[in-house]
């Protein structure tokens, strides 16, 4: 058995129990039929010894009477064997006809399985994008493509986030590295202690700044991934707590919070409003202004980081989203940073069933806002 196909196998499952229950039946009514018969043989048999009856033939012996019962009991015996005979023969035909029918059902079922089996067997990382899509009614098969095809949605996300992160940062490692590997070959081959000095303080910035790209590329990733756990969040005293942590004296922060719970990871958004508070002061005006809001907005929990600068197109401002895109020369001594920030922040927040919006400021900067589900009490 365990080397038949599993249609082979189905079929002569199905066919043997069809072929036991036949038997049974046949069986039954054979016996039901006989014991039938032999109380009528028994009602009709004489209790008295034959006479001859008067006015009989003479020479006709009595014998020749009582030789009708017998004939009768014969007649009934060969009844018997003919409805024996002919429910075995029924029984042999509708077995044939039920293996016939199992093993056309068992592939008719089993089809839907190989249509499964030859897609998997065709996958591969070049084309994870493909899905099986199985038609039919929703039966357990068409539950199990489906499950089969969010497996393959999520292993996709996953090859995308992986071959991104490497395009990525080999893209923006190659400019410091070629840039390092110059300051030392040219600015540290020179003996003069000026020279050296300056060599040493464009290494550490460059370091720093490969430092602040692998960080940034490493939140990235884990912002694009599904989230695993999550747990209730006080939005608002995360926003807090990040402000407190930022650079005071470059720009004035005006922080209005309400209560507010989401449900998410905190590491998570304490990164994501640190982002959106780093690019506000990045992209300010010396002496300018940065707007934290958070509130309740209907179901969800909405953050809202509003800033002055330079002007925006908006044309622009989807742009920004991209990974690696700037939106202008920072104005408040700022590092230039890696161009995440925002790719980051769009991340987070779907990676919280969220949805983040900007928009261009008429007097200049931008106004972001994000929204997350709250959590239910």
Known sequence: MKRMTLRARLTLIHTGLFLVASLVVVGLVY??????????????????????????????????????????????????????????????????????LSWWLSGRLLRRVHLMTAQAQSLSTANLHKRIALAGPHDELKELAD??????????????????????????????????????????????????????????????????????LLQLARGEQELRHRERVRLDQVAVYVLQESPAGVVTFDVRTASCTVLGDELLLSQLIGNLVQNAVRYNNPGGTVSVRVGVA????????????????????????????????????ASTGSGLGLSIVRAISTAHDGKVTAEANPRGGLTVAVEIPLARR
């Open 147 to 216: 499950t089969f095809d969010d497996l393959l949605g999520r292993l996709d996300d996953a090859f995308q986030v992986q071959g991104r992160f490497i395009a990525n940062a080999s893209h923006e490692l190659r400019t410091p590295l070629a840039v390092t590997r110059t300051v030392i070959q040219v600015g540290l081959s020179s003996a003069e202690p000026g020279d050296v000095q300056r060599a040493r303080d464009e290494l550490l910035r460059i370091n720093d700044r490969s430092i602040d790209l692998i960080s940034g």
């Open 31 to 100: 016996v039901f039929n006989r014991n039938g018969i032999v109380r009528a043989q028994r009602s009709v048999a004489p209790k008295a010894p034959v006479t001859a009856p008067t006015g009989a033939v003479p020479g006709t012996s009595a014998a020749t009477t009582r030789s009708q019962p017998v004939s009768t009991g014969e007649a009934l015996g060969d009844l018997m064997t003919s409805q024996l005979v002919l429910s075995l023969l029924t029984f042999v035909v509708l077995g044939a006809i039920a293996g016939v």
């Open 298 to 333: 209907g179901e969800h929990g909405r953050l809202e980081v509003c800033n002055t600068g330079p002007v925006v197109p908006a044309e622009d401002v989807g742009r920004l989203f991209e990974p690696f895109q700037r939106g202008g020369t920072p104005r408040t001594g």
